[in-house]
């Protein structure tokens, strides 16, 4: 791992079209600002992290697994009472 | 591939394919995707078609949350393929479900949905920075049978 020390207001560039710039040091809370390509998707790793578990997680392949089918059948169960 | 075959009269399913540029979290070389509709329900499944064990049961979030409402920003305008000022009508919105055996503790994920531009046929799952919607989301059409308010 490459490990750089900034200041506030200096500037990292990775590659020729991102630029991470430190806005504030409070504490241990870094404040960082971060120009990409709309291209180059930047989130929270966390979250990231988080939703690829999700997606493992909520894998239904083309045979609906039973909970899904009593889901499908409590929702038209709901819709024929509002029908009434 | 049929999601209902649980009424004996014949529902109306439809198929349309989408391109995710970008795949989604943790299938990320996944590209082409095809989502299987039945009418008059606010289900459907989203099915890999390189690979079929990788699909997802989506639901409409309005089912949920009635107000639920994504801002569309410009990167993602520019992976769905939308000309500036487009996006509105032609952009559909869906919640990924995550499976559980016992059909009450099944999730909705609000905070990555599903946006499709329905015109061009393009795909992707935004990833929302909003603390107010959480990945595991219970479902409010159990929410009695949770907490065990039958009587």
């Known amino acids: 791992m490459l490990v750089l020390a900034r200041r506030t207001n200096q500037k990292i560039r990775i590659g020729e079209d991102i630029v991470i710039t430190v806005l504030s040091i409070s504490g241990d809370n ?11 998707p930047v989130f929270r790793s966390e979250i990231y992290e988080d ?34 | 591939m049929s999601i ?31 989502l299987f509709k039945e009418e008059g329900l606010p289900l459907a499944q989203l099915i890999c078609q390189e690979e079929e064990s990788i699909g997802f049961i989506l639901i409409h979030p309005e089912v949920i949350y009635p ?3 994504v801002d569309v920003a410009e990167d993602i305008q520019q992976i769905l393929g939308l000309q500036h000022g487009q996006a509105a009508g032609v952009i559909e919105v869906w919640a990924i479900l995550t499976n559980h055996s016992d059909v009450r503790k099944i999730t909705v994920n609000l905070k990555a949905p599903i946006l499709l531009n329905v015109a061009d046929k393009k795909g992707v799952q ?9 990945s595991r989301q219970p479902l409010p059409l159990y929410k009695d ?7």
């Open chain 1, 30 to 40: 870094v404040r960082l600002g971060i120009e990409a390509p709309p291209s180059v």
């Open chain 2, 145 to 151: 049978t949770r907490e065990g308010a039958e009587a």
């Open chain 2, 4 to 34: 209902a075959n649980i009424d004996t009269q014949e529902p109306k399913i439809t198929s349309e394919s989408y391109y995710f540029p970008n795949g989604v979290p943790g299938f990320e070389n996944y590209q082409n995707f095809k």
């Open chain 2, 67 to 69: 107000d639920y409402a």
């Open chain 1, 51 to 84: 939703i690829q578990q999700q997606n493992n997680e909520a894998l239904a392949g083309p045979q609906l697994s039973q909970a899904f089918k009593q889901l499908l059948k409590d929702f038209q169960a709901k819709d024929n009472k509002s029908d009434l």
């Open chain 2, 126 to 134: 935004l990833i929302r920075n909003d603390e107010r919607y959480l």
